[in-house]
């Protein structure tokens, strides 16, 4: 090996040595000659300055790469030199090594203070300050690596956020916030809770009472908010149909399934809270335990009895709901776990023991909602809330609020037919499995004049229908529901009767007809059933679960018949324009 | 212990190596400078300025050191102690004493030159 | 490791063992766990005797194997589950979809 020789030119032995600009500031002529060879000679380019002015007006004019400074420099020293040269150069790093032969510790570290970043002590040695020159390449290049790096991050991120806020406006047009704002429902959600997953719906019931969905997504970011769209308009749709919470729960699971991959889903609860009659039915999948808290401070545990919406196909899917009764004064509590898994800066979590807590503490009259949110918030101190925060509470069995943010009407601004007449028969099987009301009520608004009053029509439509249903065909005795204990029993008997249902007929007539400004709706319903006698009184009294459905059409129509013997009833229904709204909704929530 | 040599060859001879063919320039630019530096600090000593004369001294020294003159460097380093302690007595020896090693210093690069 | 696996002596079981966090931060190694399991295996075993901690994303991976595994038809069993995560999946009610032990 040829090793004792001069060894090879260090420059041409690395290629890779990027040929650097470097500003050699010196007043030292003898030094500065030494100083300018050497760099040379490792492959640079020299820039001279001969004080520390002209050092920095060098800087400025030609930029270079490094800068080698002598200290003690006349006009401007080597200290005052490097604090305008690493000000000049912003955020570029820019090494400034210190050119010395101080060896007081102050002075040098003085050096270091104005922003120096090394030291090169006489007499030069080539191979120290080679050396030195790469070391401060490599973190000039990283230093470079990283400003392009981190500069391309903030300019994605503003680019997300500002793609965010443009989604948001889309996602809000689509997935509005429906009825949240009725007094009914207190909820907490951030409003960019959706790119963390989680979604809050609320919708009026045609029927009156309020469907609400609250959900969790898997992941977060976009792949967690695209789901969000669909969810939004079919819980938005087919609530304003009419259609159940089973139809609209199994419409959403086919939908997620076929869209989203197989590691995303939706954790969702589902509370379909009727005001007519007093029952809140839930559907918990994935969810964490929702709570029904009485008037008097019970609190029901409504745990998740089902797979996450998203997981399995439709024959798999179950949408079966479980019913409650309700009275004013209770509310239904649900949260995602982002409420569960809040934590303070030592990492501790709120969890289900203070939720519960807070929800159990009837101290004072505050709603239970407030005082989740006020456990909350002593809980986290000051600490920021998490976008994957979503809390909702709803007051059941309230004087109807929500009424107001109904959505309209989808008016296609076509004129509909003011003169039809038609029939609809339902028999054997499709009583178990389908139900007619969305139909009935769409075919209904195709009238334009009548979607104002969609409302009434889906009370009358279904009131009739569930009459027919029930005691007609399933003979279910109405005075089951007069407790609060048979009310269960009610309806489990409801869905064990329907199941084994072969025979029996539901038959629905409709006839509209023009009447002045407005028009009449005659709806007539029969079924196969035996009939019943008329009540002589109708009464709307509270405790009067049964027979209240057909005092309620009465309060709405013109006219209530019964035909025959009882198991034939016509609705007249006259309409004016514009004054559809003026009718007292509030007549079915009781007072 | 062994007193510090006029000049360090093994330095110089490196220092011819880096400078090449601007060897000669080199030298003869230090030799004119150092003049300039004793007569600069004969004034400072003169007019009592212990600043410049400390200013001048030191940086005399690290030229001394990188041209490969280490006793000269050394009597600079004394005169720069001195100013900066105040000792002004002391300065004007030190500098008498650069002023004779400059001297031998010269001869000796002279002859460096010539060889 | 945070992930390893066995193959049981016929080859026709392959059990996974999460030490630790199972959340997305495992989603390749989980991948590849089951992925790298040959032909054979008709059974897999995730066991959760180590692990402390299962969020959602590692729902969506169990989902994931699940698929990988023959959905409707697949053999997958979860034991060893400690509190916590067991209730995780009990809220989800992945009983329904997996062997839990």
């Known amino acids: 090996m040829a090793e004792h020789d001069a060894g090879p030119d260090p420059v041409r032995q690395n290629p890779t040595t990027t040929r650097l600009r470097i500003l050699v500031a010196e007043d030292n002529d003898t030094d500065r000659m030494i100083l300018q060879k050497l760099v040379r000679r490792l492959g640079h380019d020299v820039i001279t300055a001969r004080d520390g002015m002209e050092a920095v007006e060098r800087y400025q004019a030609e930029r270079p790469e490094m800068v080698l400074l002598d200290v003690l420099m006349p006009a401007l020293d080597g200290n005052e030199a490097a604090r305008q040269i690493k000000k000049l150069a912003g955020e570029t790093l820019v090494p400034v090594i210190f050119l010395t032969s101080l060896s007081d510790p102050e002075e040098l570290a003085r050096c270091l203070a104005s922003g120096g970043d090394d030291f090169l002590s006489k007499p030069y040695n080539r191979v120290i300050i080679e050396a030195k020159i790469r070391a401060f390449e490599r973190m000039r290049q990283m230093h470079q690596t990283l400003t392009v790096q981190r500069d391309l991050i903030r300019a994605r991120n503003e680019q997300l956020i500002s793609e965010q806020q443009v989604a948001r406006r889309v996602f809000d047009n689509v997935a509005h916030r429906g009825c949240l704002g009725a007094r009914s429902i207190r909820y907490h959600c951030s409003p960019l809770s959706v790119f963390n997953g989680d979604i809050l719906f609320a919708c009026p019931r045609p029927a009156g009472g309020v469907n609400l969905l609250i959900g969790d997504f898997t992941g977060h970011g976009l792949p967690a908010a695209i789901g969000a769209m669909p969810v939004a308009e079919i819980f938005y749709g087919m609530t304003g149909k009419g259609f159940s919470a089973g139809d609209i729960l199994r419409e959403i699971n086919q939908k997620l399934t076929a869209i989203l991959t197989t590691d995303l889903f939706c954790c969702a609860a589902f509370v379909e809270a009727e005001s007519w009659p007093g029952r809140v039915r839930i559907w918990n999948g994935g969810l964490p335990d929702g709570y029904l808290i009485r008037r008097d401070g019970r609190r029901m545990t409504?745990?998740?009895?089902?797979?996450?919406?998203?997981?399995?196909?439709?024959?798999?899917?179950?949408?079966?709901?479980?019913?409650?009764?309700?009275?004013?004064?209770?509310?239904?509590?649900?949260?995602?776990?982002?409420v569960m898994e809040a934590s303070t800066a030592q990492g501790e979590a709120f969890g289900e023991q203070r939720l519960m807590a807070a929800l159990d503490d009837t101290t004072d009259d505050t709603a239970p909602f407030d005082r989740v949110i006020e456990a909350l918030r002593a809980f986290m101190g000051g600490r920021e809330w998490a976008d994957d925060l979503t809390i909702v509470s709803l007051d059941l069995m309230r004087p109807d609020d929500t009424i107001d943010y109904a959505p309209l009407a989808a008016s296609s601004g076509l004129p509909g037919p003011p003169e039809w007449d038609c029939q609809y028969t339902l028999t054997g099987e499709s009583l178990r499995q389908f139900n007619p009301l969305p139909l009935l009520l769409h075919i209904c608004l195709e009238v334009p004049g009548l979607q104002a009053h969609s409302g009434d029509i889906y009370i009358i439509l279904s009131e009739l229908y569930t009459n027919a249903l029930e005691h007609g065909i399933l003979t279910l005795p109405s005075d089951w529901k007069r407790s609060a204990s048979g009310f269960g029993q009610y309806y489990a008997e409801r869905e064990k009767r329907l199941r084994t249902l072969s025979g029996g007929e539901i038959a629905f007539r409709l006839h509209h007809r023009r009447l002045g400004a407005g028009g009449e709706l005659v709806i007539e319903c029969q079924d196969s059933g035996d009939g019943f006698a008329a009540p002589a009184e109708l009464s709307l009294d509270q405790t009067e679960y049964a027979g209240r459905g057909l005092a309620l059409i009465h309060r709405l129509c013109q006219r209530l018949e019964h035909i025959g013997k009882g198991n034939h009833v016509a609705a007249i229904y006259r309409w004016p324009p514009d004054q559809g709204a003026q009718h007292d909704r509030n007549t079915a929530s009781g007072h | 212990m062994t007193e510090t040599p006029h000049l360090d060859t093994e330095a110089l001879a490196e220092l011819q190596e880096v400078m090449e063919d601007e060897f000669d320039v080199l030298i003869q630019t230090f030799l004119s400078d150092s003049e300039g530096r004793i007569q600069a600090l004969w004034q400072a000593l003169e007019s009592s300025d212990e600043e410049s004369f400390r200013k001048s001294a030191h940086s005399f020294k690290?030229?001394?050191?990188?041209?490969?003159?280490?006793?000269?460097?050394?009597?600079?380093?004394?005169?720069?102690?001195?100013?900066?302690?105040?000792?002004?007595?002391?300065?004007?020896?030190?500098?008498?004493?650069?002023?004779?090693?400059?001297?031998?210093?010269?001869d000796a690069l002279n002859e460096l030159l010539q060889r | 490791m945070a992930i390893q696996t066995q193959l049981s002596d016929d080859g026709q079981t392959l059990t996974i063992r999460i030490d630790g966090r199972f959340d997305f931060s495992t989603h390749q190694s989980f991948r590849d766990a089951y992925e790298k399991g040959d032909q054979d295996v008709r059974e897999y075993v995730i066991d959760m005797s180590g692990t402390r901690y299962l969020d959602s994303s590692a729902l969506g991976m169990l989902l994931l194997l699940r698929d990988y595994a023959g959905g409707e038809d697949s053999r997958v069993r979860i034991r060893n589950c400690n509190s916590d995560v067991k209730r995780i999946l009990t809220i989800s009610n992945f009983e329904q979809l997996f062997t839990i032990e």
């Open chain 1, 302 to 338: 409504l745990p998740s009895e089902h797979l996450p919406l998203g997981v399995v196909s439709p024959e798999r899917f179950c949408a079966d709901m479980t019913a409650y009764d309700a009275k004013e004064g209770d509310t239904v509590v649900f949260a995602t776990d982002g």
């Open chain 2, 62 to 106: 690290g030229s001394c050191i990188n041209i490969g003159a280490p006793r000269l460097g050394e009597h600079c380093f004394y005169a720069e102690q001195a100013a900066r302690a105040g000792r002004l007595q002391d300065a004007g020896d030190s500098l008498r004493a650069i002023e004779s090693e400059f001297e031998a210093v010269t």
